[in-house]
């Protein structure tokens, strides 16, 4: 009588099992992302997508080993389906942290856009698979506890081992590490124009690999930098605020030039400039300011504005030139450099 209600029993659990797993993937999973449907973000959605498939499995496989267990020829097996149930139990972790990890990286990248999205697509995916190995390895050490093997002595040689593979790829681990702050921290993102210090190399971002930054200058070269010496430049980021950047033009006039009418010719011109020129800040007031008796002359600022830091070289072109020409014409001597040397017997 006890073996057959033991029979019973196992026939029960594994039927319910059954239509439990069912109802997991037919209905339950349906009225959830109904309700998750009604909210502002999907991110529930997300959830339940990556959950539900080792929820099913679980389900279903904890159940058919509930129903063996109760089976009457299984009692002499209970040890070994406990050590089955356990390793099922971490894998089935493992699979779900998996499975979580690479939903929310995408989920991640899905908010950023052009570029950004290809950088985090690439750092994300870098980043995802060491997550990946990590788990892996979590899940490994879990099991060789349970079973008895001591995993201390293989850390240790993992230890060692990791302590002359960093050594070894010291470099390459610095400029990965530099260019995963890099793009973590936004500092420098691709597309934008940046100089660093000194002005010797000023260029857009192209690409930020795992171990280099591809910078191409206005000239058309491309430059490419290790990632640690990036992270470890002072770096002007013209894109990483306002884009719109002052134009300053020095220019000298003679000593005898009319002041006034010097600053009314140059504001005109550069008024002419500032809204006809391709870049610049057709808005923004030209502002004319003396500041120093030179050598050979009187010298002045024009400060113009420019959209973003490439315009100006067009705006300081054409100044240039119609300032030129204005001067001819309204015959204010421009002065050639010179030093007048008085000699006393």
Known sequence: MIITNNWYLS????????????????????????????????????????????????VFVFGILAGIWFLPIAQQYKQLISKISFVTAVLIATWTLLRL??????????????????????????????????????????ILNFFGIKVTPILATLGVGGIAVALALQDTLENFFSGFYIVTDKSVKLGDLIELEGGAIKGHVEDIGWRTTRIKTLSGNMIIIPNSKLSQAITTNYDLQNK????????????????????????????????????AVSAFEPIIRY???????????????????????????EFIKALHKEFKKQKIEMPYPQMDVHLKK
């Not at 449907?37 to 929820?55: C, E, H, M, Q, Y």
Request: charged content about 25%; overall charge positive.
């Open 11 to 58: 026939a029960i659990i594994l039927g319910a099992a059954l239509i439990l797993s069912f109802f997991v993937k037919v209905f339950l999973k349906k009225v959830l992302l109904q309700i998750a449907g009604r909210t502002k973000t999907d991110f529930d959605d997300l959830l339940i997508n990556a959950l539900f498939p080792p929820l099913h499995l679980s």
């Open 101 to 142: 990890t690479r939903k929310l990286s995408v989920w991640v990248v899905r908010f950023k856009k052009g570029r950004e999205k290809e950088e985090g697509a690439k750092f994300g995916t870098i980043f995802k698979r060491s997550l990946d190995i990590i788990i892996y390895t979590v899940a490994g050490i879990i």
């Open 244 to 279: 719109q950047t002052s134009v300053i033009i020095p220019v000298s006039v003679s000593y005898d030039s009319d002041l006034e009418k010097v600053e009314k010719t140059s504001e005109q011109v550069a008024k002419k400039i500032q809204k006809n020129t391709k870049g």
């Open 291 to 317: 500041n120093m008796f030179g050598d050979n002359g009187i010298h002045f600022k024009v400060i113009l504005k420019a959209e973003h830091e490439t315009g100006k070289y067009l705006i300081k072109h």
